[in-house]
């Protein structure tokens, strides 16, 4: 093994093929012989001997190496492209045109926008929170403020602070229920045609509103979010080389650009970052049953069930102030929130594996993006969500009946005997 991985790594490929036969002329199910010859067998132009090679060791290992699975997904995506069946070329292009749209002032349609308060236990940011509403440019606006179970005296800075507000208001203080149900209250509370939430120890800066109307509502868009700025408890912009939270929110956001789409982006990680990022309409709300009941996760499990009716407009304006302090909600525990994101990403890909269609066309799942959807997952963390049995389904469902023919021929994609196969 080690003397074929010096000649693969020397690029002598083909004495790297016979050195990895040997190996398994003596242990046939060496996963990583076969894993490895099948990398080699691709890189010599055989994808489907590779396909074979690189499936066998993923079923020896119930699909458990990350490296595996992203190579099955470099090698699918050469057996779809080789049998004419690549889809996801031609729905990218459409993206991109359809993309296209002006990202400036729309329609000058003027909206009336919620800004939904939920408060817990933030009192010393709330006032400032609320007062970047008051400072909006866009100003056909409604507040509804709910005080969650505070504490520390939160109700009486949000009671105090809205004496001043230039917009019509709404308070209510009640028991803590948690942010997703205060945010629904919140949202059913108001007649308003679109919803900006706004977190209790965040900020809007003061074109927020109207950046998101032009941008969102008057292009036609159901929901959208913006780029953020991170900030520290004294307002200043957080240092992303001394906070690992705030470098590790611009990466997030800086991947967007990067991804076939935006839906593409979000399926990867929550490249929204908060709910109080998120800028929709009620028609979207209502049609996806709001907010559900996760404590570290319920905005990005919102998104994922969004993009199944509407992709979103990013917009690349810092018009949300993102605050990071010793208390956030998302720092508590890191292991229930991994948990937590497990089980919301879970949700969404038992869904968007199997072939069943979308409402939208753009939305990242194999009925839309075919072989781009497999690659995606395949190549990335988020293949450790699924099961054997589910990705197994997923590739079979790509390339055609379980023991797919091979590409230019009709037998089965088995690995040939060893004997048989060319060095």
Known sequence: MDEALEAQRSRNLRRAAELYHEVLARVPDEPDALHMLGVVRYELGDPTEAYALIRRALELTDWGFWSYRHNLGLVVARLVSDRDRNRAWPTQARYRAWGKTPEGPGSGASPKVAVVVPCYNHATFVERALRSVFAQTYRHVEIVAIDDGSNDGSADVVRRA?????????????????????????VRQSDAQYVSVLNSDDAFTADRLQVMVDHVAAQGFAWGFAEVEVIGEDEREADPLRQARAMNTLILQGSVPLKPTVGFALLEANVAISSGNLFFSRALFDGIGGFRDFRYHHDWDFCLRALRVAEPRYVRARTYRYRLHGANTIAESSDAARSEADAVLRDYLSWATTTDPSDSEWTPCMANWGEMFVISVLSSDISGMLAPQQLQAMVANLLGDAGDARAGGGDALQPAPLADRPA
Do not use: K
């Open 162 to 186: 809205l004496e001043q507000s230039p917009f019509p208001s709404r308070f209510e203080s009640r028991p803590n229920r948690g942010a997703a149900a205060t945010i629904n209250e919140g």
